[in-house]
């Protein structure tokens, strides 16, 4: 009997090497299709590369409107530590005029935001990023929303 086993096991053996390669080929075939798939935006995104190509078409209607340089007081009057902060909105091309006929309220909003700041942490690394969006946040507040589109810090100096 261990003579009509022995055939059949190899056998087995052979069907089931056989069966894990067809197994192993046909999921990387299928992982190479459907990356393919989404890649060239055969499916769930066709439109995705033509929206790409509309979003730069809005560039032209960029403007800047730059502010004021503020020079800030920081921490106790002692200290004697100041911040020297300018900075230009980004801005749409037909509401630039708006936005800097609003600059007065802006620059008031960044002085108040800025004054409120602990020393301590506008010394951290990350510091700028965060003020950034803190200041974004509060200048679409008193612009409108879709006014402003960025705030671009040029000057951002502790003596």
């Not at 190509?53 to 800047?64: I, K, M, P, Q």
């Not at 900075?87 to 800097?100: F, G, K, P, S, T």
């Not at 409108?144 to 705030?151: E, F, I, K, N, P």
Request: charge should be negative.
């Amino acid at each position: 009997m261990s003579n009509d086993d022995a055939p059949q096991q190899g056998a087995l053996k052979k069907k089931s090497k056989l069966s894990l390669i067809l197994g192993l080929f046909l999921f990387v075939a299928l992982g190479c299709g459907g990356f393919f798939a989404l890649y060239s935006g055969v499916i769930l995104w066709p439109d995705f590369a033509e929206k790409a190509v509309e979003s730069d078409v809005g560039l032209s209607d960029v403007a800047f409107v730059p502010l004021e340089q503020l020079t800030i007081s920081l921490g106790q009057a002692s200290d004697n530590r100041h911040l020297q902060f300018s900075a230009q909105l980004e801005v749409n091309a037909n509401r630039a005029e708006e936005v800097a006929a609003l600059s007065p309220r802006i620059l008031d909003v960044i002085n108040g935001y800025l004054r409120a700041v602990d020393v301590a942490e506008l010394m951290e690394p990350d510091a700028l990023v965060r003020l950034r969006a803190q200041l974004l946040r509060r200048i679409q507040m008193v612009t409108g929303q879709g006014a402003v589109r960025d705030l671009l810090v040029a000057e951002f100096v502790i003596d």
